[in-house]
């Protein structure tokens, strides 16, 4: 769903058709296995096992993907979900609070900007209003895309009784990189410690539009001149800063013509450290040489901050006990998650299923079968842990023993 045909991969993106259509099969899927969907009032869709009440135990992850992304960043964590539900029925466990499937809108900020919009909204780390006035590349605002598919834009913001309900949340997520393989060759699973502190900046560079061919070199203020150092500089300037990533992965010249000389660029710079300083003086290092570059060419430069996540700290004890539990590594990740924003909140942990590319956010994003596989039997151990069994009794000790 959501096929990019011409670059392969998927692009299926907050509110679109091919997002709202994934929406309906996870919905259907849901209620062929007895439990209760519902949307809450910020674009994000649950099902229930069990009536919502206080403790309940919630996993799940995202529907929407980046431009041309992967298969697994997302789908695998809901889907993970859906089938470790059948696990723990196959168990026999009889859950003692309530557990939820959730799939938070807007996870990648693919149309909106926003990363983690649905689950921002919710917790109270986003501003409602703002987020409403949020708008795609073709101009519609978060308010209309709602709007158009039924959601009423005007009851978004913090859900203090949503977020009461959970008690736990564990999201599954299929590894970005191949620091797992790094780490224990064996494992197929593995426990994130931290998701590092990381940002998005829009540089707007202005200039003078005007004609490629009559417009001496003296007479021009050519944006993509300061642009073409932003993107050299995002590599050049991380030199000083060890362990620092800087990416400019979208630059949107205006008009955008082959004979033209830009008016204006647009592009967006994304910049991650652990350390949210390191973060910020990576950013001002390249801001710098954008400015330099552009008084050079006489065109002006405005910077606004997008999005901002500061380095997240999952609950040690709780990723000490499912790494234990599971016997599998601990590690870090450089790649932003609905469960950091959950984290702020309550106990949260995140597993991670071996990818063995390494490569994500592109179509060659890759997990086995046999570690998915492992992947939902692991989720299935830590929920039913987190669960409970209200009468372990009754519990069905495995088939050979019926
Ligand atoms: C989301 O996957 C991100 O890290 O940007
Ligand atoms: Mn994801
Ligand atoms: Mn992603």
Partial sequence: MGCDRPQGGYSRHAFDDAEMQLRQWFAEQAQRRGLDVENDRNGNVWAWWGAPAPGAV??????????????????????????????LRVRGITPARPLAVACFLDEEGGRFGLPCLGSR?????????????LHDAD??????????VGFDPSTMGPDPARLATVGTFVELHVEQGRLLRSVDPTAAVGVASEIVAHGRWRLTI???????????????????IPAAAAVLAA????????????TVGRIVP????????ASAVSLWLDVRHADATVTAAVVDAIVADVRAEAAAEGCTVMVQRESMSDRVAFDPGLGLEISGRLDVPVIPTAAGHDAGVFAAHVPTAMLFVR???????????????????????????VLENLVGDINPAARHVGAGDE
């Fill in 58 to 87: 919630v996993t799940g992850s995202h529907l929407d993907s980046v431009p041309g992304g992967g298969a697994f960043d997302g789908p695998l964590g809901v889907v993970s979900a859906l089938l470790a539900v059948d696990e």
């Fill in 121 to 133: 909204l919710l917790t109270g780390a986003a501003d409602a209003d703002q987020a409403r006035r």
């Fill in 139 to 148: 101009g519609v605002s978060l308010a209309d895309a709602a709007r158009r």
């Fill in 206 to 224: 202005t200039g003078q539009g005007n004609h490629a061919g009559t417009t001496a070199l003296t007479d021009r203020s050519d944006p993509m």
């Fill in 235 to 246: 590599r050049r300037a991380l030199s000083g800063f060890d362990g620092a990533v800087a």
């Fill in 254 to 261: 205006v008009p955008g013509g082959t004979n033209v000389i």
């Fill in 355 to 381: 990818n063995p590319s390494g490569v994500s956010h592109a179509p060659d994003e890759h997990a086995d079968a046999a570690d998915c596989v492992t992947g939902v039997q692991a989720l299935a151990d």
